[in-house]
């Protein structure tokens, strides 16, 4: 080995404090002070530190700095979604990260697939590696479990949907009136058999919606009318099938209310197959991409992802730096995004 090379190594063991300071030729302290950004080091031999440290790919151990900080911080988040595949869930992500790194603390994610042992499992796993928040989207409606890991200083701000039986912050989207704000839009165009499809019923999200879908149904005068509802779990696969057969019927709905993205994408692959695109309205909740670009576009009920994600990771990062101000849930309005699909008439599309 010459002079100014790094040590061999073992290929599976990590570098080293200790070898670190052994080729920078200076004090494990004054490595760990570098490491820690202490700025009263010499300019020069922090340089030859961090010279050192990149030629051995010498990473800090975060955790172990945390500990001996004795703040207890990770400089780490946890975040439990639905589904990270899923657009809403991606979009939402990606936003508490970018607010995340600004702060230099990284996000851990995890997938839900609305499980509530999973949720459960998940937060716990994630409590453990000591993450110093979650901001979560709840699969589960009893999160008394998290009550001990509160008392004991986690911070937790939920997204989507509120807590059950927990006292906790939370952002949330006007999902009734977004609902009601689709079905409005779909009577003016002059439909008078508009039909749901959506989530199961027992999600909050999904009874909230469908509450407002019947709401507007009432206050328009119109009864309520069981055999063009459907709930069934957020798949495509399932929404094409519940699809096909409302427009199978008799009396086939003129138009569709979708209450989920992956509802709204099957329904929009049905309707294709069977060439009533261009016929049946349809307007659905939650933006998708490339609903812009086919023909007819998709009109949507559009959540604003990045408010809510921004909202609670900033949130979040409050309560980190010490808010002890009461609990509260935030609601974010939703908008109706025209394209086309929610503006064919009863009589057929418009071409104004």
Request: no cysteine; net charge negative.
């Amino acid at each position: 080995m010459t002079q100014g090379e790094p040590p061999p190594r073992s290929p599976r063991s990590r570098p080293t404090m200790r070898e670190v300071a052994a080729l920078a030729g200076v004090a494990i302290k004054t490595v760990s002070r570098v490491v820690n950004g202490v700025p009263t080091v010499d300019p020069a031999i922090a340089a030859r530190v961090r010279e050192a440290a990149d030629k051995l790919g010498y990473r800090p151990n975060l955790t172990a700095s945390s500990l001996r900080r004795g703040d207890g911080r990770t400089s780490m988040i946890g975040m439990l979604v639905e589904d990270a595949a899923n657009p809403f869930s991606a979009a939402l992500t990606r936003t508490v990260e970018n607010v995340a790194r600004e702060r230099g603390v990284l996000v851990l994610v995890g997938s839900l697939d609305e499980d509530a042992e999973r949720e459960r499992e998940l937060a716990r796993a994630l409590i453990d590696r000591r993450v110093d928040g979650l901001v979560i989207v709840p699969a589960g409606r009893d999160h008394s479990y998290l009550i001990s890991e509160q008392r004991s200083g986690t911070r937790m701000v939920f997204v989507d949907r509120e807590a059950g039986l927990l006292d906790a912050d939370a952002v949330v989207s006007d999902n009734r009136q977004g609902a009601v704000t689709a079905v409005n839009h779909l009577l003016e165009a002059g439909h008078r058999r508009i039909a749901y499809l959506g989530d199961r019923a027992s999600i909050p999200t999904a009874a909230q919606r469908f509450d407002g879908y019947r709401h507007a149904l009432e206050v328009a005068h119109i009864a309520y009318d069981d055999e063009i509802a459907r709930h069934a779990e957020a798949s495509e696969q399932a929404a094409v099938t519940a699809t096909e057969q409302l427009l199978s019927l008799p009396d086939p709905p003129t138009a569709l209310f979708t209450s989920q993205n992956m509802v709204t994408i099957g329904a929009v692959r049905a309707l294709r197959a069977l060439g009533l695109q261009d016929t049946v309205a349809h307007v659905g909740f939650d933006d998708f991409p490339l609903a812009d670009i086919l023909n007819p576009g998709i009109s949507v009920i559009a959540q604003d992802i990045e408010q809510m994600g921004k909202t609670a990771a900033e949130m979040l990062f409050s309560r980190l730096d010490g808010d002890e101000s009461p609990t509260r849930t935030v609601t974010v309005p939703t908008r109706l995004i025209q394209r086309g699909s929610g503006e064919i008439t009863a009589e057929g599309p418009r071409h104004d």
